[in-house]
């Protein structure tokens, strides 16, 4: 085919649009996570904020496109043809990859896949060369950059360590210096913090990180350049100047000033320094073709000596970049979910945990207790007593102030300044350093030098760190293979292999983008348990009236699914159903442990109110353990290829799930309706469900006794119905202690 390398080129500008909207998905992380987590200004301010910081920072990037073009292999090396293999390699596996990790919630580096996916590629395209020839593989690096390529690595790996290092002992320092009540703090001492954050961000932001852009030139940038210490002097006092009037006579809180100014410097950073791993390949590509149309020579006899010189970048194709960046900031939920995750991790209170503890967290966890024993033995008591004095928290109740931050605006405002600063720097140096890495890194220094991660939430935070971490070393073995696994298959199978190639990731990422939007959807309407935050009684029987109905609702349909799920011996239908289940048996679980919160937030004349509470909450766990030990009873049986249950069996649990499924809408229209006199109607068919799960069992051992049936499956259809029986009991046991207390407090 004539025309096939522009084609690849028509298809990489396609992926590079794609691979904007899943890196920046992935990568909002990056410099949303401070503002969203400390509530400093609205969500559409800080989206605002970061978009002008995306426009500023895409025109400065233009530095670090050398990276794609020759930072990791040497062009002059390889033929027009095996560049565009190499280049068409590097995006395919990028979109697949990151959109993986989105789907996941999970926060990994653009940098790292791009430089191993390059890697990778050119690799491959290396030993097929060195297949071809008399070279050895000791001639392995004159095809890669070696230094350049172990300078990023280590860079990389540098910035985790640095990162969490350095975030650490910052917020310990200003800590110790403005504790958690740093709003009653002297006015002097807010402007001198707002002096040095501010004076930072626009030194390594305005000046380090504009070094490189075309649009910023003149005798100013000169002179701070060659005057590093006195700018950055003259700076602080002015900013501090600035920060004291705007405390003392606008009443403006210099701390949310710096949020804002750190969110949009990270923003620009972040685009600064990422935006290479987006579009540097397609614009590589882009410029190898040009220079080989012009040559006039075969793609395969044309060696690309000239990619590794300079090219000006044009501005208008890094705007129209940048605009895609913040249209996907604006509008990916898949982005939300993955900026859910780094501020769960990083929070200063307790709550519910999504990673699970495994035994290399306890074991560090075990350790660090055991570090600290020794150092507060060497340290004074008064020292201890100093420190201690300086990390006192707020006391206030989370059930009272659900939308209470997860930190607040000191460590928000660290977290920005200290991330800012490093990736700026790592910048103005065109070294790439993971932005997602830095301010990861970051967050979690800061939050464990606050003392965020105390005995009750350390071995799960640590969990969850050490998976992402773990998930950023995954990120770079399978960016390797997989992307010289896909240039091999594009080199052997020339342009048949492209277009399938082309067609599967297009459909990959269009399937994900519909099961994502379907699932959104679902759990949108599926609703979730809320916390209740009244402080009487009346008020909470109003307020989980809403939970009720919502798990029943949610119960009715595992169970209807579990029992069909048996019927047609349906696997796939049995775990959507366990999944289902274990879900709405987290969220109890959620509820039960801010029962703490809950308590402390009532006041004397209430305090009744929180045995009603407990005593829903324990009802509604029966019911939905009542339920999960059923589902994954009969999942576990299938699973296994036992034999499914007999036509009488099926018979009679249908029969069941119809009494069960018409009991439950009830109990889900009473209580959406709030109408608790129909609660009386629904009890009196207690009785009538009892005797006939009775009945059904002893039919069953009338069936044991005449008839040749399977041990495991008459275990399970027993376990069945005795876990119904006291699903049963549970059920009616809360619908009559909400209705008494409903009578009682009228």
Partial sequence: MDNIYLVMLIALAILAIADLVVGVSNDAVNFLNSAIGSKAVSFKTIIIVASVGIVFGALSSSGMMEVARKGIFVPGQFYFDEIMIIFMAVMLTDILLLDFFNTLGMPTSTTVSIVFELLGAACCMTFIKLADSDDTLLQLGNYINSDKALEIILGILLSVVI????????????????????????????????????AAITYFIIIKGLKSATFVEGAFLDWANNNVWQFIGLSFVVWSIVSYALEAFFKINIYIIVIVLGTFALAMAFAGNDLVNFIGVPMAAYNSYTIWEA??????????????????????????AGGVMILTLWFSKKARRVVKTSVDLSRQDEGAERFKPNTVSRLLVRGAIQLNYAVMKILPKSTQKYMDSRFVKRTHTRVAAIDLPAFDLVRAAVNLMIASVLISVATSM???LSTTYVTFMV????????RAWGSESAVYRVAGVLNVIGGWFLTAICAFTAAALMAFILYEGGTLALFLLFAAAIGILVRNYVNHAKRSKAEAEEGRLLRAVSNSIQGIINESTINVANSFKRGRKVYTGTIEGLAKVDL???????????????????????LYYFIKNLDETHVQASRFYIDVLGYLQDVTQSIDFITTSSFNHLNNNHKGLKFTQLKDLKELEHKLSKLFDKIEETFKNKEFDGIVAIVEEKQDLLDSISSKIEKQVERTRNTDSSPKNTMLYFSLLQETEDLVKATMSLLEHYYVEHKKHL
């Avoid at 110790?176 to 740093?182: D, K, N, P, V």
């Avoid at 967050?443 to 606050?450: E, K």
């Avoid at 796939?572 to 801010?594: M, P, Y």
């Fill in 163 to 198: 990162a969490f290092t350095v975030g650490a002992l910052v917020q310990f320092l200003s800590r110790l210096f403005l504790t958690f009540h740093y709003e009653k703090k002297a006015k002097w001492v807010a402007a001198l913090f707002g002096g040095v954050a501010i």
């Fill in 295 to 320: 040559s006039g020579e075969l793609a395969s006899q044309f060696t690309m000596e000239s990619l590794a010189e300079k090219v000006p970048t044009q501005p208008m194709l890094l705007l129209l």
């Fill in 430 to 432: 065109k070294l790439p």
């Fill in 443 to 450: 967050a979690m220094g800061t939050s464990l030098a606050d």
């Fill in 572 to 594: 796939s239908r049995l775990r959507k159903s366990k999944k289902g289940i274990t879900k709405l048996n987290a969220e109890v679980e959620e509820l039960r442990n801010s």
